[in-house]
């Protein structure tokens, strides 16, 4: 039963960690280096992400500076970049790449949150199926005489405590994320 509860602990956690990775991609009108990290150039035949291939840093507050270590590679993390997601257009001066974040407009910074929301119900949402996916597996064992009834309320009630530390958790990332983006 302890390998149990140990595996839903960790699908868990491993959720709480994804979450904050799509988290950590999300422009909130600030600079922020992790928003290039789904963006992949080519290099010498093979897509190969931007972190890998140049410099990323922030030179001001809204600022990120790009600076491969081939120059010749520029054209290409230039095209890149304007290809994603990210949304902003990369201004080439030979050397390096700038990406100015624009600041965001109320309506957009709405839009964020919700989606926000969004992101921490599906992870409540996952969090709530391994908690069902343990009790089954719990309830098997009783079934098959491995545990005794009280072991398996026992095992239900850590179960849903360890439930309802990660959604408590969920709910603190979100808020966070929610503040940094209503911020000003």
Avoid: C
Avoid at 41 to 60: K, L
Avoid at 80 to 98: E, F, T, W, Y
Avoid at 160 to 172: L, S, V
């Amino acid at each position: 039963m302890q390998t149990v509860i140990n595996g839903t602990k960790d699908k868990m956690q491993r959720r709480v960690n994804h979450l904050e990775e799509e988290y950590s991609g999300i422009r909130a009108g600030r600079a922020n280096p992790a928003v290039l990290d789904k963006v992949t150039v080519d290099y010498y035949g093979t897509p190969t992400p931007v972190n890998q291939v140049a410099a990323v840093s922030i030179a001001e507050a809204r600022t990120l500076v790009v600076q491969p270590w081939d120059t010749s590679l520029l054209k290409d993390l230039e095209r890149a970049i304007q290809m994603s997601d990210v949304g902003i257009n990369p201004q080439n001066d030979g050397k390096v790449l700038r990406l100015n974040f624009p600041p965001l407009t109320e309506d957009r910074r709405k839009e964020i949150v919700k989606e926000i929301r969004e992101m921490a119900e599906e992870s409540k949402v996952q969090v709530r199926n391994a908690r069902r996916e343990a009790i089954d597996k719990i309830k098997a064992l009783k079934k098959s005489g491995d545990i005794t009834e009280d072991d398996q309320k026992n095992g239900e009630k850590k179960v849903q405590d360890i439930t309802d530390k990660f959604t408590k958790e969920i709910d603190a990332i979100s808020e966070k994320k929610q503040k940094e983006i209503m911020a000003i």
